[in-house]
């Protein structure tokens, strides 16, 4: 608005006649002949109106003050902001920000409008910031418009979950799992565990279908806590989520934006935890992010929702979508056993008289085994699956991961050879999955 009345005022001074004619206006005789002023205006390309303005001057203040240039100026400007008004902005501006909140034009804008004020538009906003120095404008930055928008249409029809890391005072790291709705944009659940396991997750869901429901479908990244189907394996999250008739499903590896949604609600949490005391423990931690969800799901209106609403606003809005049907239960399986062991220097861990390889990659860590009389599945720490066999028969004291082993330290094959048991040979799977057994002679 001030480059606009700068840029009005160039042009009424530019727009002045010169100074002879002011001269010879202010000057004019009283005896001046009959249509002699409109054969003067019409020689000058000047107003009858600004001829008889000069002259009532050059009557007040005299010729000489009335030759000076003072370009006419209206005596209100009502689309100029007020001064206290421009003092409102800037200091919401800079509550939010020490607050560690979104602290935009947009986010001022909605803060201020619920509290009853009428702010600028968004534009005369950021103009405002931009004159005080606060916001440095990015012209070559790409506009959101550019962007191509995808939206489920109704609440609980698709989740998206995903852990980001944080550190505690002492140093500790922790992991924030961050569970939202794809229509709505609200914080469905969130929390502080010790490391991303699909304990956790499962808890952070569970935890999120008894307040919401449940929903159709469930997006995450490919991470083996939360689905490692990709990687050709399952994981108890999975297992989880198809017991209640829920979709899983994935974005494509290293194709972050599909997750885009919960990506950028860890940037907003990180920029609001930022501006926190640092927690001492994941419960004074827990006790920070519950205070930021509420925040960002009841008063702050989210710039990814089509209208100026709240993520809690839109969820109401709209109905939400049918639960899944759950699956028919499965039969119980009264002989399946389960058990744990440590994995070995050697890659391996032995359960009913067999050495299974899991491969040194699993050196020191806990397996947990289940096993019926046709099969033995092993996962690990995570409930990620790492393998699983046909159980082997009475007698067998090895079983290999399919991978292979000492090809460097013995090329010529001296060792003993391992032989693949025969009922294994045409299993569905890669070539390198297939198993090695050994048996005694």
Not at 9 to 16: A, C, V
Not at 86 to 95: N, S, V
Not at 156 to 183: P, R, Y
Not at 365 to 385: K, N, R, S
Request: charged share 20%.
């Amino acid at each position: 608005m001030d480059t606009l009345l700068a840029g009005l005022l160039l042009f009424m001074s530019k727009s002045q006649p010169d100074i002879r004619i002011r001269h010879a206006v202010a000057t004019w005789p009283e005896d001046s002949p009959r249509g002699a002023v409109s054969a003067f205006c019409r020689k000058h390309n000047v107003s009858r109106a600004w001829f008889y303005r000069v002259r009532a001057a050059a009557s007040e203040v005299g010729p000489v003050k009335a030759l000076e240039k003072k370009p006419t100026l209206p005596k209100s400007m009502p689309t100029v902001t007020a001064p206290v008004m421009i003092e409102l902005l800037l200091g919401t501006r800079a509550e939010l920000q020490e607050s560690g909140f979104d602290y935009g034009p947009l986010s001022v804008i909605a803060k201020l409008a619920r509290q009853g004020f009428k702010p600028p538009s968004r534009a005369t906003v950021a103009r405002i910031f931009v004159r005080a120095g606060v916001v440095v404008p990015e012209p070559r930055k790409k506009p959101r418009s550019a962007y191509k928008r995808f939206v489920y249409p109704q609440p609980n029809a698709c989740w998206q979950i995903d852990s980001t890391e944080w550190q505690l005072a002492g140093g500790q790291k922790v992991a924030i799992f961050q569970l939202v709705d794809d229509h709505s944009r609200l914080a469905l659940a969130s929390l502080v565990a010790a490391g991303e396991t699909s304990a956790a997750a499962i808890a952070v869901v569970t935890q999120a279908i008894e307040r919401h429901g449940t929903p159709q479908r469930f997006l995450s990244d490919n991470g083996a806590a939360l689905n490692p189907t990709r990687r050709g394996r399952t994981g108890a999250l999975v297992e989880f989520l198809k017991a209640k008739g829920i979709e899983p499903i994935t974005g494509k590896p290293y194709k972050p934006t599909t997750q885009g949604k919960n990506e950028r609600f860890h940037r907003t949490l990180h920029r609001y935890l930022h501006r926190q005391p640092p927690a001492t423990s994941m419960a004074a931690l827990q006790s920070q992010v519950d205070a930021f969800d509420l925040y960002y799901n009841n008063e702050r209106e989210h710039q990814g929702l089509p209208k100026a609403m709240t993520p809690r606003e839109a969820w109401n809005a709209t109905p939400k979508t049918s639960p899944p049907a759950a699956p028919e239960p499965l039969a119980p399986r009264p002989d399946r056993r389960s058990a744990q062991r440590t994995v070995n220097r050697n890659g391996s861990v032995t359960i009913l008289g067999t050495h299974f390889k899991m491969g040194k990659e699993h050196t020191g860590t806990t397996v947990h085994i289940l096993y019926d009389d046709t099969t033995i599945m092993f996962f690990g720490a995570q409930g990620t699956e790492i393998i699983t066999h046909p159980r082997p028969p009475q007698g067998t004291t090895y079983v290999g991961n399919g991978k292979p082993s000492g090809v460097a330290a013995d090329p010529r094959g001296t060792r003993a050879k391992r032989t693949i048991y025969p009922q294994l040979k045409n299993r569905n799977s890669k070539p390198s999955n297939e198993l090695e057994l050994s048996t005694k002679p």
